[in-house]
């Protein structure tokens, strides 16, 4: 499940997403150490038959990266699992890491001067929303070493 936050800070399903991570984090370490489900444990679990291994589509973002850890800046990338979405605070955290949002696909950035920034760098507005009739706007800071400049 993806957590949003709305404009007004609100998360929806925060309490829910935050109770299923700490049951399976809490398993996963119990299982690191080498314990595993007794019978009794698996007595009330559901049961699968006929199983077999799938796929299904989870929610992500997909867009050009700067800055990341291990990818070439500008290159093109689909995310882990997005798990928080927070595009009126500029934000999302997906499986592994935290991300800056800048502008979304569509969208024409306008370049603002710089001040005080690393000259590597430019401030930019853009439009991330429409909530009441009034434009959501936030600013990015982006690595203008990148392929988009």
């Not at 080498?34 to 444990?41: A, C, E, L, S, Y």
């Not at 992500?60 to 699992?81: A, D, F, I, M």
Request: contains cysteine.
């Amino acid at each position: 499940m993806t957590i949003i936050i709305m404009p007004n800070g609100t998360a929806l399903h925060m309490d829910q997403e935050l109770h299923l991570l700490t049951e399976l984090q809490r398993d996963i370490a119990r299982i690191n150490k080498g314990w595993h489900p007794t019978p009794q444990d698996l007595a009330d679990a559901p049961v699968i038959e006929h199983w077999a291994l799938g796929g299904r589509m989870q929610p992500c973002l997909t867009g050009e990266v700067y800055g990341h850890p291990r990818l070439r800046s500008g290159t093109k990338s689909v995310t882990s699992q997005l798990h928080l979405f927070a595009p009126h605070h500029g934000y999302a955290r997906t499986l592994s890491r935290l991300y800056r949002l800048g502008p979304p696909a569509g969208n024409e950035a306008r370049e603002v001067p710089q001040t005080r920034r690393p000259k590597s760098q430019t401030r930019e507005r853009f439009v991330i929303g429409d909530v009441d009739g009034k434009g959501l706007c936030n600013w990015v800071h982006r690595d203008v070493r990148g392929p988009h400049l």
